[in-house]
């Protein structure tokens, strides 16, 4: 039989609950999901401000990940709304997942999955301006309309997964070792994950249904 403890850690959450609540965890982890913003952006920004010279670089740096979008995206236009939704949503549920589930590996799934995502935009941003298209419109009609649920969940993920990597290797919760940090922060991941999902799910349908139709107006 399971007790429900009702001690809490400085955190404010309850030790021994299984799933804790959302709400609670998204609080706690405030300045988490404040990092992995700023990784995101700080990425974002410096692939878009590259000279040129060096951006042709980055872009080669970065073709095997845009290889592979593109051959997602024609899988998925070759498909019913449905079916695309679906390969949409297992795309980005796999690659939160492993960032979210993977981050007490020292952070460095989080990180990289951070930056690199920023970077894609960047240089996607930058190469639309070069060709003579607002970056401000891409942003508008192509990014957020489904990137206001899917970003929050990407953000989300990576949040949990750095402090994953910084609690388990660097330094544990206060007053818990590392395994007791490992099991706490992996109840706060499990606990996000039906979140992430639904934020998952509204963002693959409007981005195979809206997102198109928006975008067609700018390009």
Known sequence: MIRWSKSET????????????????????????????????????????MPVVNQASAEQ????????LEQLFSVIMDTTPLA???????????????????????????????????????????????????????????????????????FLCGAIGLKFGYHCIASPLPGKTRLQSFRYIWKEAISVLPLVVLLLIAAAFIEILITPQLLELIL
């Not at 299984?18 to 609080?27: D, E, H, N, R």
């Not at 740096?61 to 592979?68: G, H, K, P």
């Not at 695309?84 to 952070?107: D, E, K, R, T, V």
């Open 10 to 49: 400085k955190e404010g959450l309850p030790v021994f609950q299984l799933f804790f609540p959302i709400k609670t965890v998204i609080s706690s982890n405030r300045s988490w999901l404040i990092m992995s913003f700023i990784i995101f952006m700080a990425s974002a920004i410096v692939f878009y401000y």
């Open 61 to 68: 740096t970065a073709d095997i990940q845009l290889e592979q």
């Open 84 to 154: 695309g939704a679906a390969l949409i949503f297992m795309n980005n549920f796999l690659s939160m997942a492993q960032m979210l589930l993977l981050g007490f590996l020292a952070g460095i799934s989080p990180l990289l999955t951070l930056a690199l995502n920023g970077a894609l935009v960047g240089i996607v941003l930058s190469f639309s301006a070069r060709e003579g298209l607002s970056a401000i419109s891409m942003v508008v009609f192509g990014l957020l309309p489904h990137g206001i649920f899917e970003l929050f969940a990407f």
